[in-house]
């Protein structure tokens, strides 16, 4: 079974995750299938992208979400977006949603929390 679930990667205190698909049984930070997005909660507010293309297309393959990946997900939308998706609106018009929400989103990613 294929889950989408955070990979950590960052240096020691400093962490960020990527998006990952990867099988149930693999280890948190081992073999995965594919890079599905990024997210560092270091920056204020945290830094979310995601290809909302490619998780939608696992999603629609039974992949499971983990509880993470899901709250990242509702905090960016992307499980409303893809609610719309399944009831058959157009992908094109639900990107392009998407991209305008991650520019008002992650307005200075450079910005730290210390």
């Given at each position: 079974m294929v889950r989408?679930?955070?990979?950590?990667?960052?240096?020691k205190g400093q962490p960020s995750?990527?998006?990952v698909a990867a099988d149930k049984e693999a280890p948190r930070d081992g073999k995965f299938l594919e890079i599905l997005g990024f997210y560092n909660p270091r920056t204020e507010p945290a830094t979310i992208k995601v290809k909302e293309d490619?998780?939608?297309?696992?999603?629609?393959?039974?992949a499971q979400l983990s509880e993470a990946a899901e709250q990242?997900?509702?905090?960016?939308g992307v499980l409303e977006r893809y609610e719309r998706f399944k009831q058959g609106e157009d992908l094109e018009v639900l990107l392009a949603e998407a991209a305008k929400a991650e520019a008002e989103r992650n307005v200075s990613p450079k910005?730290?929390?210390?």
């Open positions: 989408i679930r955070l990979r950590r990667v960052g240096r995750y990527r998006i490619r998780v939608y297309d696992w999603l629609s393959k039974g990242i997900f509702r905090t960016a910005t730290r929390r210390d």
